[in-house]
């Protein structure tokens, strides 16, 4: 249920109108917006007694939700959310580029790869310091050393941080040393996780589960939110589809139907979409044109001896290629890119 507050409502009436919902055993979300405010309602078992609410001085309008998102719906929140991430906007006119490896090897891999994105134009640096690898024989991350080269990462460059966060146990250590908390696609429905992300009031990057449909996805971004936390951002990183020729399928109508279901900002993944090197800048233009508010894309100085997804990380001179390729479209889209 969400509550339209008339135009000339005062702060203090919208504080009475709180209380009122909380008094009904309630949660009350005030949402300010720019002629009005609004306020969401949630933790309802059954319908409201909408009277009593109605009552209430400033009370313009009650709109019943039907979806069973809540928070992460338009209805309940009109305008694009913006995320505002240490300064990076993300939501807003700017396609912000998050650029890095796969996963944290070295200080040495960091630096190299950081200098060159930076120089490129991305504003964020991705890593994964904690890696959920299919096989457990296979590289797990450098961990706590990992977040550490991170932090330096952004001590030197000014990037932010993108990392992600495996398990409940080390998702408060991640949050120490990042900008963003990384949501991988095979913890979308860790719902313990998801909670404890959303406590830290950190901005997260939810990404969408292989099999997820998109009212899962937004479901999940629900319990983010609930803990308080408006600072979720969703990612496309394909599904699996029966095609072969691409190691995910890049759900690119994800997009617009995200943009148009929320107001949360989503951004797209061709590398781990694709996992072919070749398809990467492709899907980058096609996600700009859909819609996307920005991109995650794997880059490495030495794909060859990459610790993991080397097949699908962008050489330097790659990246360099794709960031001048969005500059152009950005162009003919009003918006701004590094
Ligand atoms: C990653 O970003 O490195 C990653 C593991 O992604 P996903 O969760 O989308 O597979
Ligand atoms: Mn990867």
Known sequence: MLIVMATKATPKMVDEVCSVIESMGLKAHPMPGALRTAIGITGNKSQVDSNIILAQEGVRDIIHVTKPFKLVSREFYPENS???????????????????????????????????????????????????????????????E??????????????????????????????????????????????????????????VLLKRGMSATLEEFLMAAEYIMAEDNPNVILCERGVRTFADHTRNTLDLSAIPFV??????????????????????????????????DGLIIEVHHDPAKALSDGPQALTPDMFDDLMNQMRSIAKVLDRECG
């Open 82 to 144: 913006i995320i505002d991430v240490d300064g990076v906007k993300i939501g807003g006119p700017e396609f912000v580029v998050m650029a890095g490896p796969c996963s944290v090897e070295s200080r040495e891999q960091c630096m190299i790869v950081a200098e060159h994105v930076h120089k490129a134009g991305a504003k964020i640096f991705r890593g994964g310091a904690f890696k959920p690898r299919t096989s457990p024989y296979s590289f797990q991350g450098l961990k706590e």
């Open 146 to 203: 990992g977040l550490k080269i991170l932090a330096e990462v952004r001590d030197k460059f000014g990037l932010k941080i993108v990392t992600e966060a495996v398990d409940t146990e080390t998702v408060n250590l991640v949050a120490d040393y990042s900008d963003i908390i990384q949501i991988g696609a095979r913890n979308m429905q860790n719902y313990s996780l998801l909670r404890k992300a959303g406590q830290t009031k950190k901005p």
């Open 259 to 292: 943009k148009r279901t929320s107001h949360l900002p989503i951004i797209s993944d061709p590398s781990h979409g694709t996992g072919v090197r070749h398809k990467v800048i492709p899907l980058s233009r096609a996600s700009m044109a859909v819609g996307a």
